[in-house]
Structures are given as C-alpha cells and as structure tokens.
C-alpha cells in the first residue's frame, strides 16, 4: 500500500510541467535507500515540542494559522526553472487525517509587487526567485495564499524528459497545431505538434508543456493544458516501477524537505487515491497594467479556496 501510494502521488506531481513530488524522497528512506539523489537541504531532527508543518514566517493568529495548528497538513512549493525564472509554480498540499491532496497552480504573470520603481516585468511572480531565491519566492506565495509554507522543492527540465520517456510517453489531445520557434533559446526551441490525440514523447511532452501561443485565455489555458496532461500522465503511471522513474529523475531536485518530514507522513499515507487530488489555479483577474497583461490576485476567492482545503480542522466560525 505505501509503495502504491508513492506510485500515485509521485506521479501526480512530476509530471505537470516539470513537477518531481517530494514523497518519492519517502520511498528511498523507505525502500530504496541506494538511489543517487540530489540536494536536500536542512536535514536537521525536529523537535518533539514542533507543530508537525510549521513555518518560521507565518502568522498562525490567523484563522487559517488556527486551523493548521489542529491538523495534519503538508504543504509543499514546487518549482520548475527557465534559465533563472520560475516556468511553472505549483503548490502542493496534502491533508493526511483526510487522505485528500491539493494542487494549486500559480500562473507566472501573477502580478507581485514589490518596489514601486520595478520595471513592469519585474512585478510578475516568475520574477522573484531569480532576485530572491526560493526562499523569497516561497516567503512570496505564504503571503498570496495565507497558509504555512516553508518547504520547497525545485527541479530542471531534464527531469519531465526522462520521467516521460520511462512511462512511455503520455496520451495528450493536443487541443490545436501548436507551432512555435524561439532561436535565442539555448538550445534553440522548435515546438511542431499536430492538433489530435498523439502518444508524447518525453522532448514532446516538454515542449507541450512549455507552450503558451494560441490559448484562447492564455497562461490560463497552458495551465488547464498541463492538468490534463497530468490527469493522463496519472493512469499510465501506475503499471510503472517506480524505482526506476525516480533513479532518472531525483538527481534533478534541490529540495529542503528532511528525512524527519517524511517519517512523519509516513503511518498516514496509507489509503490515499489519486481520485482525491484536487487542481485548482490561483483566483486572479486578468488586468492590463503599466503596459503589460497581469494576472491580479482575487483575495476574497483565494481566502474561500484556502478556507475550503481547511474545512475538514477548522470551525464554521474560524472560515467565515
């Protein structure tokens, strides 16, 4: 049941851009502990006295604080890179007392300012890691979202390939010809994938996850996109032998989740389904500002998204 419940979630969070879920980290402390890794961070223990999710920086007077403080959830920035910026941006979170898991997507032209001289491209959120680091850009998404959120985990394009090849490749219908050509990128970027139902390949897969021309609302679009894929890259991911999949592709992580985090997850991950993961895509509204198309995040819809993933330990009162 554990190594079923590694297959699922692990497959559930790798494979939407270039997604690498941290509980694959479970199944080499677990398991398999001969695989090669990459870089974890922070592997000190965690004192007995400690929430069993805590962040450093958040405010727990809040509602939601109060919530978390009751419960067991584990949430997670995951991050793929572009050259120095941040391509996809996803959290995830997973409720262990109610088996469920939450993805939310944070489209990369969400509008975050942060000094008023900024030149407008620099108040995107796909701007921040490369300033800051992962650690400001997980600090940044604790604010957007008012939920505890330290821990991280960032991967390369590489692993999307090589993770697909291994499945196989993904059934996609591919939603219009996608056609685009970028020779500044190194390597030169070629995207020529027909409109219909296609088996991807790992450098296909990569190249429909990176594409952003022709959606008919966008970054928005790209990321429905990506969720379908990855709705698809989950069935086929379970005939797979996981030890495999993650010998290719966790040397590709830099992450700060620790082996303490992991051994506490592990006696509540057993009757998970991959039929309760939720996606979700941050609230926002599409705004033209200061010459540039921004993605405004909606507060009073991010408030009720958060809220709803805390119902099951909080109080009606506390999520009014």
Do not use: W
């Not at 793929?80 to 959290?91: A, F, Q």
């Not at 996609?172 to 020529?192: G, K, T």
């Not at 040397?251 to 620790?258: D, F, I, R, W």
């Amino acid at each position: 049941m554990i190594r079923h419940f590694f297959k699922i979630f692990f497959a559930s969070l790798v494979l939407i851009s270039i997604v690498l879920s941290v509980t694959a980290l479970g199944y080499i402390f677990f398991v398999d502990k001969n695989i090669v890794i990459g870089t974890v961070k922070g592997a000190e223990e965690q004192s007995e006295n400690t929430l069993f999710y805590e962040s450093s920086t958040y405010d727990y007077s809040s509602s939601i604080g109060e919530a978390a403080k009751k419960g067991k959830r584990f949430n997670v920035l995951v991050v793929g890179l572009e050259n120095c910026r941040t391509d996809t941006i996803m959290v995830a979170s997973y409720d262990m007392e109610n088996k469920t898991a939450d993805l939310i997507s944070i489209p990369r032209d969400t509008y975050y300012p942060r000094n008023a001289d900024d030149s407008p491209d620099l108040k995107k959120i796909n701007a921040v890691y490369a300033e800051g680091g992962i650690e400001k850009l997980t600090s940044a998404i604790q604010d957007m979202l008012g939920i505890p959120l330290e821990k991280y985990v960032i991967i390369d394009y590489e692993a999307v390939v090589s993770c697909v090849d291994l499945l196989g490749g993904v059934e996609v219908n591919v939603p219009f010809h996608m056609e685009y050509s970028d020779p500044y990128d190194n390597p030169p970027l070629v995207i020529d994938i027909p409109e219909g139902a296609q088996i991807l390949n790992g450098e296909q897969s990569l190249k429909f996850l990176r594409f952003r021309k022709g959606y008919a609302n966008q970054d928005l679009g790209r990321i429905e996109a990506q969720q379908q894929f990855l709705k698809s890259a989950i069935e086929q991911s379970l005939s797979l032998q996981l030890p495999a999949l993650i010998k290719e592709a966790y040397s590709y992580v830099e992450t700060n989740v620790t082996v303490t985090d992991l051994l506490s997850m592990a006696g509540d991950i057993i009757g998970f389904s991959a039929d309760n993961i939720n996606s979700n895509i941050l609230p926002c509204i599409e705004t033209p500002l200061e010459g540039l198309s921004f993605y405004i995040p909606d507060e009073k819809n991010i408030k009720k998204m958060v809220s709803s993933m805390y119902i099951p330990i909080a109080n009606e009162s506390q999520t009014n």
